[in-house]
């Protein structure tokens, strides 16, 4: 069984790397970089993904936005999904700020213009979390404008599916999340048939803000 890591919108999986550090060497894992994509359709993207698996029983962490692409696999038939977690993802678009999403400064936020303190609040969820931020500006130098404006595009053009997950899916719910609202779990809760909604301590980017937790998640159901 192979534990594949889908990024969220920076798509470079760099953000991962805290999570990675709580990984036991027995599991085998691969972080998809968005980039080594050839579409930037989630149903497209699912599609090549699955071919990529499609020999392997796997376990998708699906971050942020790649919730869309996650949501994607579990409908195609070429592919074995064990287990989705999702973690602070959205089906459809998930906030009011998303519907603005094309009025947001992209070269503000790459020339550090925005102070550590409140960025680190509304990612992390804490204004102290000075080297995750350092992190996500690593993530962010390492991602086009052109990119970001694509996805951007279809988190505001998301709506919610109607296909079921019938795959077992764990949410893992941010408990300060600024950028994706509570009620996108209704969402998960209409769409999936097995779903676990766990809440764990942190900001939005979870997977960073409590790594810990969310590879005890994890490694549950592996071990399992």
């Given at each position: 069984m192979r534990l594949v890591f889908l990024p969220g919108m920076d798509g470079t999986g760099i953000l991962f790397e805290p999570i990675k550090k709580c990984i036991a060497e027995s599991?085998?894992?691969?972080?998809?970089?968005?980039?080594?994509?050839?579409?930037n359709?989630?149903?497209?993207q699912a599609v090549e993904i699955a071919e990529q698996f499609k020999s392997e029983e796997i376990v998708i962490f699906a971050e942020s936005y790649s919730g869309l692409i996650a949501y994607e696999l579990c409908q195609l038939s070429g592919v074995t999904v064990k287990h989705?977690?999702?973690a602070a993802s959205f089906l459809s678009r998930p906030s009011l700020l998303a519907k603005f999403s094309a009025l947001i400064p992209l070269s503000m936020m790459r020339?550090?213009?925005?102070?550590f303190a409140i960025l680190s609040y509304l990612l992390f969820g804490s204004a102290n979390r000075t080297e995750l931020v350092k992190l996500f500006y690593k993530a962010l130098d390492n991602v086009s404008n052109k990119a970001l404006k694509e996805r951007l595009k279809i988190i505001r053009r998301a709506i919610e599916p109607v296909e079921k997950i019938q795959q077992p899916t764990t949410y893992l719910n941010a408990s300060a999340d600024y950028l994706v609202n509570k009620k996108v779990i209704s969402a998960f809760k209409r769409v999936c048939l097995e779903l676990n909604v766990v809440n764990i301590q942190g900001g939005h980017f979870i997977a960073q803000s409590n790594p810990?937790?969310?590879?005890?998640?994890?490694s549950r159901i592996i071990e399992s």
């Open positions: 599991c085998s894992y691969e972080v998809v970089t968005l980039s080594s994509l050839s579409s359709n989630p149903k497209e989705v977690f999702f020339h550090r213009i925005v102070p810990e937790k969310c590879w005890q998640e994890v």
